[in-house]
Nanobody, 117 residues
């Protein structure tokens, strides 16, 4: 079992920045792939960025060049630095973990990000 707790959401003006953090429980964190997802009202949940256990990173096209995902295995954390935020980035952001060979089975409770125009 892995428990994930996100923090760092809030209200920001367009063009501003926020940094999301996710702390994971358990000793197996370094072997897990980690991802950040988001879900806006009336829309499906979508992948924002992911980082593998070996540090391989993938970004969705809509955040390339603006968001940065990173992990710190010593602290069991994964972060998402979000710059140049736009109103369309408004959503609940979720941290998720996947064990080797599995899908994203573990999810945090989500943190709200609201970007005003």
């Amino acid at each position: 079992q892995v428990q994930l707790v996100e923090s760092g959401g809030g209200l920001v003006q367009a063009g501003g920045s926020l940094r999301l953090s996710c702390v994971a429980s358990g000793r197996a964190f370094k072997s897990y792939g980690m991802g950040w997802f988001r879900q806006a009202p009336g829309k499906e949940r979508e992948l924002v960025a992911r980082i593998t256990s070996l540090g391989g990173i993938t970004y969705s096209d809509f955040v390339k060049g603006r968001f940065t995902i990173a992990r710190d295995n010593a602290k069991n954390t994964v972060s998402l630095q979000m710059n140049s935020l736009q109103p369309e980035d408004t959503a609940v952001y979720y941290c998720a973990a996947r064990a080797p060979g599995e899908g994203y089975m573990y999810w945090g409770q989500g943190t709200q990000v609201t970007v005003s125009s």
